[in-house]
């Protein structure tokens, strides 16, 4: 070969194989997360045929762990999550424990240590949400109460992890694997020493992101957003996800995954993240791929012939250990069975953190490799099982609903308690959204049908503008422009009535028109007064974005100029017959 293409050949091979074996996935109505980890599995080293470089999709992998938990950070909603918090802090936490102790009991039977018994149950007692946000997608679930109660319950699950996998290199020792702290030493103290730098590292990163995060991202993604190029944005929004990723590792330790998830959280309180989310996705989506592919890679199918009972245990610890824990909690709790059963079924799973802490967990010498694969095989047919799961669930409660006994006390009973979670989550989508509107102006289509003037504009070209307007609104009788002044703004009115004096006549403007275009245009001192009549909701556009606005959609200009034109002309008749009268708008 004339020179190294083996990352080519395994972006290439993976994609192919992933592709592959994903349609296969999805026409055996199976998730194509499936599909995508047997084409691992067929390109790792333990299947004949092309073998990837390990190396190589590992760091790949970690680039999709970033984009994954990017994505997660930016869809956290806050409002949700303390709606629900009830209910998935303690649900989440409690099914954590009773899991991982029931993984280490395991472990502990087949002769393991205790920290491989620790890691293997801590891997196995948390879900997959992007495999739950994808099973709920295609049951329209995602908004409903049940939904998002069990996305709440997993983001939960998704953070004691991330504290985990920045806590476990501190402990790997004294568990009995390998450490790379510069501590290093197993001793009390040591242990002690490390563990309380790692949590000042990371104590100070979280502050430092939320701090100065929300204060300067938002703010630069708007700046990048008013340019109108989707190409910028889209790396704006990429710097942003992987800078904060890297950056974090390099300066404080932290694991690139807990640097992009902050990132996401930062960039979700912004207005333009479902903008970002959506330019985002598409790499997102390539990334993650590669690595369930990576993940396949490393998986010994030769375990589910050599291990079949072991196997079996880890199985019935994801399929019914998990979900009877997380079920039992929910219905002590006091909430209804349908959500204690939905809970159930997304919890039937494990995905991207299990396969993490696993490799991390070998890395540290906790983990023997067997215990990665099987981790790997739970994965793989849990993944697989899950539509049958929530097809299960879903007869489940049809079943309980034609029993009325059953009906009458786990559905009927308690279901004051379900919708008092109700209110809050509506409560919370209400916040939300009201705090959106605060920030923004129209959205480009609520600007098109109040401003007939926006009507030519390509949906891309409104998206752009409708950045570019600044919300302001006037009580009766305030001077928004004053005649001499020097311009600086443009002003379009959404709601209410202003009038414009000029030379003694009065004329009115209403919604739909605009004022303050004449100096603008001209360069020279503004030609009136304006006042508002009423309260007044008006759009400002600044005298830059103006300018822009005119350079970069040259249709709009003659319109605007062609109403200054005629308001100068009459104008210069109110010169000429300077005498008062309310005269209908030019
Ligand atoms: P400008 O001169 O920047 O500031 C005052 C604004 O009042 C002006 O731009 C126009 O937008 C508006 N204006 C001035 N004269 C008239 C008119 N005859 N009819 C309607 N609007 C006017």
Same mark, same amino acid.
């Given at each position: 070969?004339? =020179?190294?293409?083996?990352?080519?050949?395994?972006?290439?091979?993976?994609?192919?194989?992933?592709?592959?074996?994903?349609?296969?996935? =999805?026409?055996?109505?199976?998730?194509?997360?499936?599909?995508?980890?047997?084409? +691992?599995?067929?390109?790792?080293? $333990?299947?004949?045929? $092309?073998?990837?470089?390990?190396?190589?999709?590992?760091?790949?992998?970690?680039?999709?762990?970033?984009?994954? /938990?990017?994505?997660?950070?930016?869809?956290?909603?806050?409002?949700?999550?303390? *709606?629900?918090?009830?209910?998935?802090?303690?649900?989440?936490?409690?099914?954590?424990?009773?899991?991982?102790?029931?993984?280490?009991?395991?472990?502990?039977?087949?002769?393991?240590?205790?920290?491989?018994?620790?890691?293997?149950?801590?891997? /196995?007692?948390?879900?997959?949400?992007?495999?739950? /946000?994808?099973?709920?997608?295609?049951?329209?679930?995602?908004?409903?109460?049940?939904?998002?109660?069990?996305?709440?319950?997993?983001?939960?699950?998704?953070?004691?992890?991330?504290?985990?996998?920045?806590?476990?290199?501190?402990?790997?020792?004294? /568990?009995?694997?390998?450490?790379?702290?510069?501590?290093?030493?197993?001793?009390?103290?040591?242990?002690?020493?490390?563990?309380?730098?790692?949590?000042?590292?990371?104590?100070?990163?979280?502050?430092?992101?939320?701090?100065? +995060?929300?204060?300067?991202?938002?703010?630069?993604?708007?700046?990048? #957003?008013?340019?109108?190029?989707?190409?910028?944005?889209?790396?704006?929004?990429?710097?942003?996800?992987?800078?904060?990723?890297?950056?974090?590792?390099?300066?404080?330790?932290?694991?690139?995954?807990?640097?992009?998830?902050? *990132?996401?959280?930062?960039?979700?309180?912004?207005?333009?993240?479902?903008?970002?989310?959506?330019?985002?996705?598409?790499?997102?989506?390539?990334?993650?791929?590669?690595?369930?592919?990576?993940?396949?890679?490393?998986?010994?199918?030769?375990?589910?012939?050599?291990? !079949?009972?072991?196997?079996? #245990?880890?199985?019935?610890?994801?399929?019914?250990?998990?979900?009877?824990?997380?079920?039992?909690?929910?219905?002590?709790?006091?909430?209804?069975?349908?959500?204690?059963?939905?809970?159930?079924?997304?919890?039937?799973?494990?995905?991207?953190?299990?396969?993490?802490?696993?490799?991390?967990?070998?890395?540290?010498?906790?983990?023997?490799?067997?215990?990665?694969?099987?981790?790997?095989?739970?994965?793989?047919?849990?993944?697989?099982?899950?539509?049958?799961?929530?097809?299960?669930?879903?007869?489940?409660?049809?079943?309980?609903?034609?029993?009325?006994?059953?009906?009458?006390?786990?559905?009927?009973?308690?279901?004051?308690?379900?919708?008092?979670?109700?209110?809050?989550?509506?409560?919370?989508?209400?916040?939300?959204?009201?705090?959106?509107?605060?920030?923004?102006?129209?959205? !480009?289509?609520?600007?098109?049908?109040?401003?007939?003037?926006?009507?030519?504009?390509?949906?891309?070209?409104? &998206?752009?503008?409708?950045?570019?307007?600044? !919300?302001?609104?006037?009580? !009766?009788? &305030?001077?928004?422009?004053?005649?001499?002044?020097?311009?600086?703004?443009?002003?379009?009115?959404?709601?209410?009535?202003?009038?414009?004096?000029?030379?003694?006549?009065?004329?009115?403007?209403?919604?739909?028109?605009? $004022?303050? @275009?004449?100096?603008?245009?001209?360069?020279?001192?503004?030609?009136?007064?304006?006042?508002?009549?009423?309260?007044?909701?008006?759009?400002?556009?600044?005298?830059?974005?103006?300018? @822009?606005?005119?350079?970069?959609?040259?249709?709009?200009?003659?319109?605007?100029?062609?109403?200054?034109?005629?308001?100068?002309?009459?104008?210069?008749?109110?010169? @000429?017959?300077?005498?008062?009268?309310?005269?209908?708008?030019?």
């Amino acid at each position: 070969m004339p =020179h190294d293409v083996s990352l080519i050949a395994t972006i290439a091979v993976g994609f192919a194989l992933a592709f592959l074996f994903g349609f296969i996935a =999805h026409r055996l109505r199976l998730p194509p997360l499936v599909g995508y980890l047997v084409g +691992g599995v067929a390109m790792g080293r $333990f299947t004949p045929g $092309f073998v990837a470089n390990n190396e190589l999709t590992g760091q790949l992998a970690e680039i999709g762990v970033m984009l994954l /938990l990017f994505g997660v950070g930016l869809h956290v909603s806050t409002g949700d999550l303390m *709606a629900v918090r009830r209910i998935a802090s303690p649900g989440a936490i409690v099914q954590i424990l009773i899991a991982t102790t029931i993984g280490t009991l395991m472990a502990a039977f087949w002769g393991w240590s205790l920290g491989a018994g620790m890691v293997l149950g801590l891997s /196995l007692s948390v879900a997959s949400t992007v495999v739950l /946000l994808k099973a709920l997608e295609e049951r329209n679930g995602v908004s409903t109460p049940n939904g998002r109660i069990a996305v709440g319950w997993l983001i939960v699950e998704d953070l004691v992890m991330v504290l985990t996998l920045v806590l476990l290199p501190a402990f790997a020792e004294v /568990l009995g694997g390998n450490s790379n702290t510069p501590a290093g030493a197993a001793s009390g103290l040591g242990l002690l020493a490390s563990l309380g730098l790692t949590l000042l590292k990371v104590i100070s990163f979280v502050a430092l992101v939320l701090y100065f +995060g929300p204060r300067v991202m938002p703010w630069m993604l708007r700046q990048v #957003a008013r340019t109108g190029s989707r190409e910028l944005f889209t790396l704006g929004v990429l710097a942003v996800a992987l800078g904060i990723a890297f950056a974090s590792a390099r300066l404080f330790g932290v694991s690139f995954a807990l640097g992009a998830f902050f *990132a996401g959280v930062v960039l979700s309180e912004s207005d333009l993240s479902h903008k970002a989310a959506a330019n985002s996705l598409p790499l997102q989506d390539a990334f993650a791929v590669l690595f369930f592919v990576s993940v396949g890679m490393l998986f010994d199918p030769s375990i589910l012939v050599t291990q !079949p009972l072991m196997v079996a #245990a880890v199985l019935l610890l994801i399929l019914l250990g998990k979900s009877l824990a997380a079920l039992a909690i929910v219905l002590l709790l006091g909430y209804p069975l349908s959500t204690a059963l939905t809970v159930s079924a997304a919890l039937a799973q494990i995905g991207e953190f299990s396969f993490i802490l696993g490799g991390l967990g070998v890395a540290y010498g906790l983990l023997p490799a067997e215990g990665l694969s099987l981790i790997l095989a739970g994965a793989l047919l849990s993944i697989s099982l899950n539509p049958l799961v929530f097809a299960g669930t879903d007869l489940l409660v049809g079943w309980v609903q034609k029993v009325s006994w059953l009906k009458i006390h786990l559905e009927d009973g308690r279901a004051a308690r379900f919708s008092r979670l109700q209110e809050d989550l509506e409560a919370a989508r209400v916040a939300l959204e009201a705090k959106a509107g605060a920030h923004k102006s129209y959205s !480009p289509d609520e600007l098109v049908a109040r401003f007939a003037l926006f009507a030519g504009l390509t949906p891309e070209q409104r &998206e752009t503008l409708a950045l570019h307007f600044r !919300p302001r609104n006037a009580q !009766p009788g &305030e001077r928004l422009i004053r005649v001499g002044d020097k311009a600086d703004a443009v002003y379009f009115i959404s709601t209410g009535e202003a009038e414009v004096v000029v030379n003694g006549h009065k004329i009115k403007l209403g919604p739909g028109d605009f $004022f303050g @275009e004449m100096a603008l245009l001209s360069g020279l001192p503004r030609s009136a007064d304006v006042i508002a009549l009423d309260f007044c909701k008006l759009l400002t556009l600044s005298q830059r974005d103006f300018r @822009e606005l005119l350079r970069r959609y040259p249709g709009m200009r003659d319109p605007i100029a062609a109403v200054a034109k005629e308001r100068e002309e009459s104008n210069r008749q109110f010169k @000429e017959r300077p005498h008062g009268g309310v005269t209908q708008p030019a």
